[in-house]
C-alpha cells in the first residue's frame, strides 16, 4: 500500500526564519515520485516542488528545498527566509508509476508570524 | 486563461437532492481526476479518467457519478445529497499520469448539504 506520512499538524515560524515539515511515506515500488503543495487560505492546492525517486540530487526551487532521503523513506520542505505569504497548509504526496494515483499526507498548517 | 476551472465555487443545497460540478481543463492533459477534502482537510481521490475512459474509482457510494464527455471535461453528479456529503471538491488534471509534472488542481468546490 502507497502512504504518506506528516507527524506535524501545525508549525509556526518566524518571518525571515527557517522552517522544516517532515514527511515520511511507504511504498513497495522502486519508480515514484514525491511531491510538495502548498494550499493558502485562498483554498488553492499549489505544486511548490517535485522529486523523482531515481535522482538522488535533492530538488530546489528558490527558498524551497527537500531532503530526500530514499532509504528512510523521507521527504521533509526545508523553506528559507520564510515570509508572511508562506502561510499554508501544506501537503506531501507521493505518486508511484503503477497506480498513476497522487497519495497525499493529512497536512501540516504553517503560520509565518512577523 | 485559467488552467482547471470549475463551477460552481460554492453551493448550498438541501438534503436530498441532485447536484452536479463542472470542471474543464484548457491545458491538454489527458487525464482528469475529482478528490474530496473534508473538514479535517484530508485530501482523497475519488475518480480519474484518461481519455473519458475510467480508470480509478475509489470506493465512494454510488451516489456519486461522474462523467466525461470529453477529455476536456469531467463533470461530477452527486444524487440524494446527505449531510456526510459536504466537502471542498477538487478537480484536477495532468499528463502522462502525473509523472514528473504532478497533478493541477481546480479553485474547489465547497459543498454544504443542510
Known amino acids: 500500500a502507497q502512504t504518506v506520512t506528516q507527524s506535524q499538524p501545525e508549525m509556526s515560524v518566524q518571518e525571515a526564519e527557517t522552517v522544516t515539515l517532515s514527511c515520511t511515506y511507504d511504498?513497495?515500488?522502486?519508480?515514484?515520485?514525491l511531491f510538495w503543495y502548498k494550499q493558502p487560505p485562498s483554498r488553492q492546492m499549489i505544486l511548490v516542488i517535485r522529486?523523482?525517486?531515481?535522482?538522488?540530487q535533492n530538488a530546489t526551487e528558490n527558498r524551497f528545498s527537500v531532503n530526500f532521503q530514499k532509504a528512510a523513506k523521507s521527504f521533509s520542505l526545508k523553506i528559507s527566509d520564510s515570509q508572511l505569504g508562506d502561510t499554508a497548509m501544506y501537503f506531501c504526496?507521493?505518486?508511484?508509476?503503477?497506480?498513476?494515483?497522487?497519495?497525499f499526507g493529512t497536512g501540516t498548517r504553517l503560520q509565518v508570524f512577523p | 486563461d485559467t488552467a482547471v476551472s470549475q463551477t460552481p465555487k460554492y453551493l448550498v443545497t438541501q438534503m436530498g437532492n441532485d447536484k452536479s460540478i463542472k470542471c474543464e481543463q484548457n491545458?491538454?492533459?489527458?487525464?482528469m481526476y475529482w478528490y474530496k477534502q473534508d473538514s479535517k482537510k484530508f485530501l482523497k481521490i475519488m475518480f480519474s479518467?484518461?481519455?473519458?475512459?475510467?480508470?480509478i474509482n475509489e470506493t465512494v457510494p454510488n451516489r456519486f457519478s461522474p462523467k466525461s464527455p470529453d477529455k476536456a471535461h469531467l463533470n461530477l453528479h452527486i444524487n440524494s445529497l446527505e449531510l456526510g456529503d459536504s466537502a471542498v471538491y477538487f478537480c484536477?488534471?495532468?499528463?502522462?499520469?502525473?509523472?514528473?509534472?504532478?497533478?493541477?488542481f481546480g479553485s474547489g468546490t465547497r459543498l454544504t448539504v443542510v
Open positions: 484536477a488534471s495532468s499528463q502522462d499520469g502525473g509523472r514528473g509534472g504532478g497533478y493541477t
Open positions: 491545458l491538454g492533459h489527458d487525464t
Open positions: 522529486q523523482e525517486a531515481y535522482k538522488q
Open positions: 504526496a507521493s505518486l508511484t508509476y503503477n497506480t498513476d494515483k497522487l497519495i
Open positions: 511504498t513497495s515500488e522502486n519508480n515514484y515520485y
Open positions: 479518467y484518461n481519455n473519458k475512459e475510467l480508470i
